[in-house]
């Protein structure tokens, strides 16, 4: 009979661990994407934005790969989606420059992810710095100028780069909603990944070769967009239209 206690007991104990994990869990996914702060920041420095407060912004990362670029292009100005913002990495728009010139010509913002596919948050401060400056002299060299927004490549980021982005002129771009298009986990999930769009919301969505399904998905995500009566803007738009609240980031 004591065996039998001291067992129940234990699984009472394991069930209270479970779900006071399970609170926690929930409460820093709460923090960190459910409330309306639309930025990071260092207390009273540079920020990162990843809201605004109307409108919706449109974002694609590219990192490699030249197939899917040009489609999702092609079925962006079929749609007659004027405003999104690509974030291009250094080294993928040196392999690229047409297609580079194409998003250019059709009136789509460039923001940077650095030089290199790297974390920011695993090297050093001096090794940020010298792959941003690296992707800034790449797309100068493409005659692309006045880039604003920069975006951690893997999204990992601390205050070193907020301070870094500062000191050359940008502002770190990160996002409120992820598509998860690249994990390829078919249309109708994508879809639902976006589903909760509401007004100052950035999506992440890829044009690299991993994003195979991205541009099926985006008539049905322009549709569940317009149908909120949500308007597409540039991320810069969005920053100049918006006042933002500050959250500290250690």
Known sequence: MNFFMVLQAKKIKQYLFVITLAFFTAWFLYIQYGTDNPVFSTKKGPKAVYRGESNVALTFNIGWGDEKAPIILKELKRLKIKNATFFLSGSWAERHPHIVENIVQEGYEIGMLGYNYVDYSQIESSEITKDILKGQEAFRKLGIKNIQCL????????????????????????????????????????????????????????????????????????????????????????????????????
């Open 151 to 250: 975006r951690a490549p893997t999204g990992h980021f601390d205050k070193r780069l907020l301070s870094i982005s500062e000191r050359y002129g940008y502002t770190v771009v990160h996002w409120s909603i992820d598509s998860k298009d690249w994990t390829n986990p078919g249309i109708t999930k994508i879809v639902q990944n976006i589903d909760r769009v509401g007004k100052g919301d950035i999506l992440l969505f890829h044009a690299s070769d991993s994003a195979k399904q991205t541009a099926s998905a985006l008539p049905t995500v322009l549709s569940t967009i317009q149908n909120k009566n949500l308007k597409l803007i540039t991320v810069s738009e969005m920053l100049s239209n918006s006042s933002v609240k500050t959250k500290e980031i250690k």
